[in-house]
């Protein structure tokens, strides 16, 4: 019986998982500290498994150099593309750390076990909500597309496309800020109302000590206002992962 694997269907399976990595390790909801890294590994090992006779057939002449160079390339575009993703899903947590800034729940951080990290809790709940969202609506399959989709314009060997990079990096980064601000909007003008509220009433009657109530009535207002900002999330967040996919897409090396 004769079990040997052709050399071209060895390098296509050892460059597709270095590019994988890079992506799984990055991009959420795969890079949840949740995940195991055996099960992040396996799962990049499937990546590619899946990828791999889309990878042969464009591969030069086999060598140890070209290994080398394109394994460190694929995993730098990996990463890239995770990136991507990263910055644009952290939208949404950042919606949550902005109504946890203006409603005073920043003040006191909780530990995260998930993330091993201190959180406020509105932005990690949003966050949270967001993944659930994510897997709900196959979204993380659109992700999965849109990587399997690079490699159209982002063939192993070519170049790492930097000047695209920038541009696709400054729009996402660009985008998060005015996802945050139109998840979160509601919310921080109510807050920011109560804030005018609050300080008018220490004028009209200054005997009162604002900042014994204050702190306690705008955590109160957050708490039951807080599901204004829940119907907006689906659209947001499909918006937000369609654009990360289509990033994934038009970059093309040179």
Do not use: W
Request: aromatic share 8%; proline share 7%; hydrophobic share 55%.
């Amino acid at each position: 019986m004769d079990l040997s694997v052709p050399t071209v269907t060895l390098a296509a399976l050892l460059l597709g998982t270095a590019r994988a990595t890079g992506f799984v390790v990055l991009a959420p909801p795969f890079s949840s500290r949740s995940i195991p890294l055996p099960v992040k590994g396996a799962f990049a090992l499937a990546l590619s498994l899946l990828l791999s006779t889309q990878i042969a057939p464009g591969l030069p002449e086999i060598t140890t150099g070209f290994l080398l160079v394109s394994a460190v390339t694929e995993a730098i575009i990996g990463a890239a593309l995770g990136f991507v993703v990263q910055v644009l899903f952290t939208a949404v947590q950042m919606a949550g750390d902005l109504i946890d800034v203006t409603g005073g729940f920043s003040l006191q951080p909780a530990f995260d076990p998930l993330s091993l990290t201190q959180n406020a809790s509105i932005g990690r709940l949003h966050y949270l909500l967001a993944s659930t969202l994510l897997f709900t609506s196959g979204g993380h399959l659109m992700l999965v597309k849109g990587f399997a989709t690079s490699y159209e314009g982002l063939p192993v060997g070519g170049d790492v496309p930097t000047d695209q990079l920038g541009a696709v990096l400054i729009k996402a980064f660009s985008m998060m800020f005015l996802a945050a601000l139109q998840i979160a909007g509601p919310m921080v003008a109510v807050l920011l109302l109560a804030d005018v509220a609050l300080a008018l009433l220490s004028r009209a009657a200054p005997a009162l000590n604002i900042f014994s109530f204050g702190f306690p009535v705008k955590i109160l207002l957050t708490l039951t206002m807080l599901g204004l900002t829940f119907p907006l999330l689906p659209p947001a967040l499909d918006a937000l992962i369609e654009h990360a996919a289509r990033a994934m897409v038009s970059l093309r090396s040179g």
